[in-house]
């Protein structure tokens, strides 16, 4: 696969100045899209992790790793491509040239905002949302919540906080830890049955499976190259069993793993387009990627089909009493709707206006989840900041979006995972 790819990208590069995109003039998007992923690549050298997924050629790795130019000079290198964008005949017709276009401006302007604060600017929570992923979130006051809590409170009723109260119902579905590898073999199957059955992928697509400990995450995809993924999966706290249906489907099927795989493709093998072959976690893609997985989850299993699966599959893998499972989903129902309340507290907490140990108590009081299992997620916000907009909100813009295209949801959905479109194109 890598040859392929190396062959592809020499035969750019050599093309650029004659290419169908900018025909006769002295740069092209191809020329653009091969700086752009050097840019990424060093932008990654200065800041781990920045670089979410690379399966280009392995020599412009190399060369970013040996030579990655001053945060200053990054800077003026994504100014230097804005400009160079800009300055591309805007004539062409092709309604695909001119997205990709469009696409390498936001997330240039992605680089240049996430460059900037790596040098030392400070954003508030909204506006590094909107400058990384190109959306503005809206802010609630947190009381805006509290009628949910009140629904819950009702649902759960009895002595104690209602946190502790929902805790100790969710213990009845923990998955023991002796069959959490069947348990998440048969929900990442089901989910991969379900989105086969709507997405055609790769003949050759596959991925790895393994439990970790000591992270920030709960579920993460390690995107290989030549529609392969490693998924992994935090152990350290318990994990119910309509968690298993959730990271099958936002961590693989419907989710990450296939999106990567289409992308890779539709851009990168069938096109060419080498700005696909790398993925900036701190982008524009992110919100699609985020949000496109977490509404996976209710296209693969619409309804009252999550529950049933947990019922005759789940359950009984992992040795559990059904008799109560139409309670929890209602009670996920509810707490689903407390998704954006973190968001408020976050912004609270990264501008310093709350502290640490305030923020803790909040989340564990608007998530519902014990001291422990909130300061693993601060832990995440710490980590990742306004990133956290990219699961409740683009789950819900992906889902609005998709749905507008008609009534074969799984059409939209596979539209969707293997194009260029942006976060601000999902508002349209």
Not at 20 to 35: E, P, Y
Not at 78 to 103: F, G, H, I, S, W
Not at 291 to 300: E, M
Request: hydrophobic residues 40%; contains cysteine; negative net charge.
């Amino acid at each position: 696969m890598r040859g392929w790819i190396i062959g592809a990208c020499l035969l750019l590069t050599a093309c650029a100045g004659v290419s169908g995109d900018a025909a006769g003039t002295a740069d092209s998007l191809d020329a653009v899209a091969r700086d752009y992923v050097a840019l990424t690549l060093e932008i990654g050298e200065r800041e781990p992790g920045y670089v979410d997924a690379y399966y280009g050629p392995p020599e412009w790795e190399a060369a970013a790793k040996a030579h990655p130019r001053a945060l200053h000079e990054l800077k003026a290198g994504a100014e230097a491509l804005t400009a160079r964008l800009n300055a591309l005949p805007a004539t062409n017709a092709d309604p695909m040239m001119v997205q990709r276009r469009k696409y390498l401006l936001a997330h240039v302007a992605a680089a240049d905002a996430r460059l900037r604060m790596l040098g030392g600017e400070k954003l508030s929570f909204a506006d590094e949302a909107e400058a990384l992923f190109g959306v503005r979130p809206v802010l609630k006051p947190l009381s805006d919540y509290d009628p949910v809590l009140a629904r819950i409170d009702a649902l759960i009723p009895g002595a104690g906080s209602l946190t502790d109260r929902v805790t100790a119902f969710k213990s009845h579905y923990v998955i023991p830890k002796d069959r959490l590898q069947v348990v998440m073999d048969a929900a990442i199957a089901e989910c991969r049955k379900r989105t086969l059955a709507h997405i055609p992928l790769p003949a050759n697509e596959s991925f790895t499976l393994a439990f970790v400990g000591d992270k920030p995450w709960s579920g993460y995809n390690y995107y290989q190259g030549d529609a392969a993924s490693k998924i992994e999966i935090n152990a350290d706290f318990p994990i119910y069993t309509e968690r298993a249906i959730d990271l099958g489907c936002h961590e693989g099927y419907p989710g990450h793993h296939v999106y990567n795989a289409l992308l890779e493709q539709t851009f990168v093998r069938q096109r060419g387009w080498v700005e696909m072959s790398v993925y900036p976690l701190f982008s524009p893609m992110s919100f699609v990627a985020e949000g496109s997985a977490n509404y996976g989850i209710d296209l693969a299993f619409p309804g009252h089909e999550g529950v049933d699966f947990e019922k005759s599959v789940l359950f009984p893998l992992a040795g559990l009493d059904p008799s109560t499972a139409e309670k929890k989903a209602e009670l996920m129902g509810l707490t689903r709707e407390l998704a954006q309340a973190e968001y408020t507290i976050a912004d609270d907490y990264l501008s310093g206006r709350v502290g640490r140990d305030e923020t803790i108590a909040r989340l564990a009081k608007y998530t519902l989840t014990e001291p422990a299992k909130a300061a693993q997620r601060l832990r995440f916000i710490d980590t990742y900041r306004s990133y956290i907009i990219n699961y409740g909100l683009g789950r819900d813009t992906v889902q609005a979006w998709v749905e507008r295209q008609g009534p074969d949801h799984w059409a939209g959905m596979r539209t969707l995972l293997s194009s260029q479109i942006l976060p601000v194109d999902l508002a349209e």
